[in-house]
């Protein structure tokens, strides 16, 4: 059984107006005066001393191998090169990683550039995944950005001249305001890029965001659930005829190669050590959260005291419904035999309506057909509740 890292980097220069994730401006933590480099190793220094948290639990067991490590945020790219080199290397000291082990950064277009590209491939990322988000400039200033399409551009060329192998990006659709043109618009220029990876969300008002502010006031209309579905399948579409194939609901992969396999350990129950504030974990059954302000947790992890904020251990039940939520999202869907009675005859109802794959499912498989994909969150209540 190899092992996950996942490595949380709570710090962004700017907070866009949708986002809810654990992340902070150096000035909302009080730091707006400290050095970009002091914040990287000062955190970077923390992450590490979990690592050797990580490394004490496994002392009296098998030391597992690493398979992947995600450095996700928040924004990676803007940590030091070196400190990311440390981090890399601690693990593969402590734990040792995979010959083939996969190492993604997520990057800000507007943080990955000339100067620390070289770095973050010398220090063995082996993939970058990109926030994009559009390419129309509208929906950009509605979403907050700051990048220009042509840093987008610039960040991708750079990571193929220095060598990264796998090249993803994000986009959200569904943002008010933008029209089926501005999705066409964003997804050219997507193709146009030099990647083998897309993943496409559908925007979610967070509440205390400001676009749920914005939402709730008026200013902004509210996303359409019809139009979410549109465009979809517009994505889907476009993406298939390209080459890239839905692997999960919101990723597409135009080889079998270039599919996260970060990811799909998340998404098959495999074992991973969350790092840093807010980080989740997850092994054998046992689930754990840490405390989520960075500066309490890299006190916490000065003085000696606990940084876990609540654990869990997953029932049978527990683990079987989550089976059943992560994997009816995956292509490869899951295996009827892990179905019950009950559940066997709610898969019945939906092949009638053409959202389940009856072929697949004469075969002995759970896999939803496009329409079943656009009401995956529907099946699953009707599935586990
Ligand atoms: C950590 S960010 C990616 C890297 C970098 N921080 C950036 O934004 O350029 C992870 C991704 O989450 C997605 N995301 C964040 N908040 C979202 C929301 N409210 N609705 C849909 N997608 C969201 C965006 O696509 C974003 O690129
Ligand atoms: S989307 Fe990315 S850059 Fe924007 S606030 Fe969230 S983590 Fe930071």
């Known amino acids: 059984m190899t092992l996950s890292f996942y490595i949380h980097i709570p710090y962004c220069i700017k907070r866009c107006g949708y986002c809810d994730f654990n992340t902070y401006t150096p000035a909302e933590l009080g730091q707006g005066e400290i050095a970009r480099s002091e914040i990287s190793s000062r955190y970077m220094r923390s992450v590490q001393r979990e690592i050797s948290l990580a490394a004490k639990e496994f002392a009296s067991k098998q030391m597992p191998q690493v398979a992947t490590i995600f450095f996700g945020g928040g924004t990676p790219s803007l940590m030091d ?7 890399i ?6 734990f040792s990683l995979t010959q083939d082990c996969e190492i993604t950064l997520e990057a800000n277009p507007d943080t990955l550039d000339e100067r620390n590209i070289a770095g973050f491939v010398a ?5 970058i995944s990109l926030g994009v988000q559009s390419a129309n400039q509208k929906v950009l200033a509605t979403l907050d950005r700051t990048h220009k399409n042509s840093n987008v551009a610039r960040a991708l060329e750079l990571a193929v001249e220095n060598g990264v192998r796998g090249r993803s990006i994000d986009l959200i659709y569904g943002t008010p305001g933008e029209s089926l043109a501005d999705l066409e618009e964003s997804l050219d220029f997507a193709l146009s890029l030099p990647i083998d990876h897309i993943s496409a969300y559908a925007l979610i008002v ?5 676009l749920a502010r914005e939402v709730a006031s008026g200013k902004i209309a509210s996303p359409d659930d019809d139009e979410m579905a549109d465009k979809y399948r517009i994505i889907d579409q476009r993406l298939e005829i390209a080459g890239f194939q839905w692997y999960e609901l919101s990723n597409w992969a135009n080889s079998l190669d270039a599919r996260s396999r970060h990811n799909q350990i998340y998404w098959n129950g495999g074992n991973w050590w969350g790092v840093g504030p807010g980080a989740h974990s997850h092994l054998d059954g046992r689930r754990w959260w840490n405390i989520k302000n960075p500066i309490t947790y890299m006190n ?11 654990e869990e251990i997953l029932s ?4 079987s419904d989550e089976r059943i939520m992560l994997g ?7 295996a009827r035999n892990e179905l019950s009675e009950i559940q066997e005859e709610v898969v019945v109802r939906y092949i009638a309506s053409e959202a389940v794959d009856q072929s697949a499912w004469e075969n002995g498989h759970l896999r939803l057909t496009l329409n079943g994909r ?9 599935l586990v509740l």
């Open 81 to 87: 090169p070196v400190d990311i080199a440390k981090t």
């Open 89 to 94: 290397a601690e693990i593969d000291e402590t």
């Open 123 to 127: 220090a063995g990322v082996n993939r």
């Open 206 to 210: 967070e509440s205390g965001t400001r």
């Open 300 to 310: 916490s992890l000065d003085n000696g005291s606990t940084i876990i904020a609540g």
């Open 316 to 319: 049978e039940t527990a683990k």
């Open 328 to 334: 009816i999202r995956l292509r490869e869907g899951i």
């Open 374 to 382: 656009l009401i995956a969150d529907r099946i699953v209540r009707d």
